[in-house]
T-cell receptor, first 112, second 113 residues
Framework: TQLLEQSPQFLSIQEGENLTVYCNSS?????LQWYRQEPGEGPVLLVT?????EVKKLKRLTFQFGDARKDSSLHITAAQPGDTGLYLC????????????FGQGTELSVKP | DSGVTQTPKHLITATGQRVTLRCSPR?????VYWYQQSLDQGLQFLIQ???????AKGNILERFSAQQFPDLHSELNLSSLELGDSALYFC????????????FGSGTRLTVV
């Protein structure tokens, strides 16, 4: 069974701090995606990583796909209150087309 | 506005009742996915349709059914509702049958009382 485990589950930090969220699996994924969800809204796609070892940057957010394509990380530099939300990693289930498996999420709170 | 429209936004209904949730995908997207999100289970895949055909199925209960119409909008029907069906139901869409990123709607919050 393909599973994605995220850590930590909860993170509360002060504005300006750096943080890293991890997404791990024992299975290989063809790609991994990161979403951010705010209360009462649907998840919004931040990035898709496809190649093992790939690093993508989105302003203060840096996403990395592990060399073996079994894990990914999201690093936020100088976090701001606007970064508060639920961060979800997701990957396609092997052989089932568009079906995505989601991690349980990391609830991030950035206090001013 | 993501381009994926879900209605209604909120729904409160009694146990044993039946409800229909509606989703219009983003223009040009042929795949529609339904997910259930609860606090203890996270986002759970229910079903995928591609251009009117069922493409993949998750752990969708027999009391639940869905379809995608010729105009590509989709409906999720939930019947014989139980308290445990209370959750957020999300629709998402993507261009093709495989997936390099969904666009989610803002969800329907279902409360069964």
């Amino acid at each position: 069974t393909q599973l994605l485990e995220q850590s930590p589950q909860f993170l509360s930090i002060q504005e300006g701090e750096n943080l890293t969220v991890y997404c791990n699996s024992s299975s290989v994924f063809s790609s991994l995606q990161w979403y951010r969800q705010e209360p009462g809204e649907g998840p919004v796609l931040l990035v898709t990583v496809v190649t093992g070892g790939e690093v993508k940057k989105l302003k203060r957010l840096t996403f990395q796909f592990g060399d073996a394509r079994k894990d990914s990380s999201l690093h936020i530099t100088a976090a701001q209150p606007g970064d508060t939300g639920l961060y979800l990693c997701a990957g396609p289930r092997t052989g089932q087309g568009g079906k995505l498996i989601f991690g349980q999420g990391t609830e991030l709170s950035v206090k001013p | 506005d993501s381009g994926v429209t879900q209605t209604p936004k909120h729904l409160i209904t009694a146990t044993g009742q039946r409800v229909t949730l509606r989703c219009s995908p983003r223009s040009g997207d042929l795949s529609v996915y339904w997910y259930q999100q609860s606090l203890d289970q996270g986002l759970q895949f229910l079903i995928q349709y591609y251009n009117g055909e069922e493409r993949a199925k998750g752990n969708i209960l027999e009391r639940f059914s869905a379809q995608q119409f010729p105009d590509l909008h989709s409906e999720l029907n939930l019947s014989s509702l139980e308290l445990g069906d209370s959750a957020l139901y999300f629709c998402a869409s993507s261009v093709g049958v495989d997936n390099y990123g969904y666009t989610f709607g803002s969800g329907t919050r279902l409360t069964v009382v």
